[in-house]
C-alpha cells in the first residue's frame, strides 16, 4: 500500500507537471514572433531608368521563402531589372535524371512576380557525377570531363524548364582559377570543351537562350602558377582553343580594390577599367558583335582588408563606375553588382561587400544606387539612409 500511494503522488505530481509544461508552451507560442508568410500578391514591375544597374543575389540558400521574398522586392525597389543568382547543379540533381526543382521554382517565381530577369549561373558537381575521384578533389568544383554531358544534360534541363523566364545562363564559375577548378591546373582548352560539350545541347531545347562564357576572375598569376591564370591570357587561351561559337555573351568581373573606377587598366594591374583589357581581346578575335556582362563588380568598405576603402569612397566609386560604363561602354548589357547581402553574416571582410545586411538593413550604398538607377533628384539628403525614430 506504502508503494502504491508513492507511486500516485508521483503520478500526479508528473501531471501537473506536464499541464504546465504545455501551458507555457502555448503562452510562448502565442508571444514569439511567427515567420511571416510568402503570399504571392500583384505583379510588380522595375522603376528603373539606367538599364546595366543589376545585382548578384545569394538566395539559394534561404531557408525562409520570404527572405527570398523581400530580398527581391529589395532588387525591385533599388531600381534594379536583373539579378545573378547561382543554381547548383548539386542541389537540384539528387540522383543521374532525379531533381528536386522545389528551391528553384521559389527563386524564380518571386523574381517574376517582382518583374526582374534572372541570369542563372551554373556549377557545383554533384557527388555521383565525380565517383572516381581521387581525395585531393574532393570538392564541389571539380568536374571531370567524362561528366561533361552529364553537366549539359541538367543545364539543358534547367534551360527547358525555365524556357521563356530565364533567358540568360552562365556556364561554371571563374574557371581561371584553380579552387573554382576544383584545385586542378587551369585548363582553358578543358574549358573550351565543356562549352563546346554544353552549348549545342542547350540550344536544341531553347534557341533563344544565351549562353554566357567566362565569368572571369580578376588575377594577375602567370602561367604555371597553382593558384590561377591571369584573366586576360585566359581568355587569350579560350579564343585560341576555338571557343568562340561555343557562347553568345562573356561574363566578367571587374572589381575596383583600391582604385577609383577612373583608374587607367594595365596587364599587372587589377582595377575596374581591367574589363576594357578583356574587351579589347574580343574584338582582336572578332568576337566585337557579342556583348559583356559584367556579373561580379563593386568596392568593399571593411575597416580591416587592405583591399578595401572607406564608405564614402565605396559609394562615389560605384556611382561613378555605373557611370562610366554608361557613357563609355555600350559594349556592356548588365553590370551586376555583388553582392544584395548574405543569408547569414560570414564575420569576416565579405561582409562588407554586401548593400543589405543579413537581417535586411539598408546600408548607404543601397539608397546611393537606388538614388542613380531611379534618377532620383539628388541631395545630400537622399544618398543616406532616412533618419530613424527615436
Known amino acids: 500500500m506504502v508503494v502504491q500511494k508513492i507511486t500516485l503522488r508521483n503520478w500526479r505530481s508528473l501531471s501537473l507537471w506536464a499541464v504546465r509544461i504545455y ?17 504571392i500578391g500583384p505583379q510588380q514591375y522595375v522603376d528603373s531608368q ?3 544597374v543589376c545585382v548578384h543575389t545569394r538566395l539559394i540558400d534561404e531557408v525562409f521563402e520570404w527572405k527570398i521574398q523581400q530580398s527581391l522586392i529589395y532588387v525591385r525597389e533599388m531600381g534594379a531589372d536583373t539579378i545573378v543568382e547561382f543554381f547548383p547543379w548539386a542541389y537540384i540533381e539528387q540522383a543521374d535524371g532525379v531533381y528536386d526543382w522545389a528551391q528553384a521554382d521559389k527563386i524564380i517565381r518571386h523574381a517574376q512576380n517582382q518583374g526582374i530577369q534572372v541570369i542563372a549561373r551554373m556549377g ?11 581525395a585531393e578533389y574532393a570538392t564541389l568544383n571539380y ?6 554531358s552529364l553537366f549539359a544534360d541538367f543545364v539543358a534541363a534547367f534551360a527547358e524548364r525555365y524556357r521563356g523566364v530565364v533567358n540568360h545562363i552562365i556556364i561554371w564559375n571563374e574557371p581561371n582559377l584553380a579552387f573554382e577548378w576544383g584545385y586542378r591546373d587551369v585548363n582553358p582548352e578543358a574549358y573550351a570543351r ?15 537562350i544565351y549562353v554566357l562564357a567566362g565569368a572571369l576572375a580578376p588575377t594577375l598569376e602567370p602561367l604555371g602558377s597553382q593558384h590561377g591564370l591571369n584573366d586576360i591570357t585566359y581568355l587569350q587561351m579560350l579564343y585560341e582553343a576555338g ?22 587598366p594595365a ?11 578583356l574587351r579589347k581581346i574580343m574584338v582582336d578575335y572578332g568576337d566585337e558583335d557579342k556583348p559583356v556582362f559584367i556579373t561580379e563588380t563593386g568596392w568593399n568598405d571593411s575597416p580591416r582588408w587592405t583591399k578595401a576603402v572607406r564608405p564614402s569612397q565605396r559609394v562615389s566609386y560605384t556611382i561613378n563606375a555605373y557611370q562610366w560604363a554608361e557613357e563609355r561602354w555600350d559594349w556592356v548589357d548588365k553590370m551586376c553588382i555583388w553582392a544584395l547581402r548574405y543569408p547569414t553574416p560570414t564575420n569576416s571582410y565579405p561582409d562588407n561587400f554586401t548593400l543589405i545586411t543579413p537581417d535586411f538593413q539598408l546600408k548607404p550604398i543601397y539608397y546611393a544606387l537606388q538614388a542613380y538607377a531611379r534618377d532620383l533628384a539628388r541631395s545630400d539628403t537622399q544618398w543616406l539612409p532616412p533618419p530613424q525614430e527615436p
Open 23 to 39: 501551458a507555457l508552451s502555448m503562452l510562448l507560442g502565442s508571444i514569439l514572433p511567427v515567420e511571416p508568410r510568402a503570399t
Open 50 to 52: 539606367k538599364q546595366q
Open 124 to 134: 557545383f558537381v554533384p557527388d555521383w557525377a565525380r565517383p572516381d575521384i581521387e
Open 143 to 148: 568536374l571531370p570531363e567524362e561528366s561533361y
Open 194 to 208: 565543356l562549352l563546346a560539350t554544353v552549348y549545342p545541347r542547350v540550344k536544341t531545347v531553347n534557341p533563344d
Open 243 to 264: 571557343a568562340a561559337p561555343f557562347f553568345d555573351a562573356l561574363a566578367i568581373h571587374t572589381y575596383g580594390f583600391t582604385e577609383p573606377p577612373e583608374s587607367e
Open 267 to 277: 596587364f599587372n594591374r587589377l582595377n575596374f577599367r581591367r574589363a576594357e583589357l
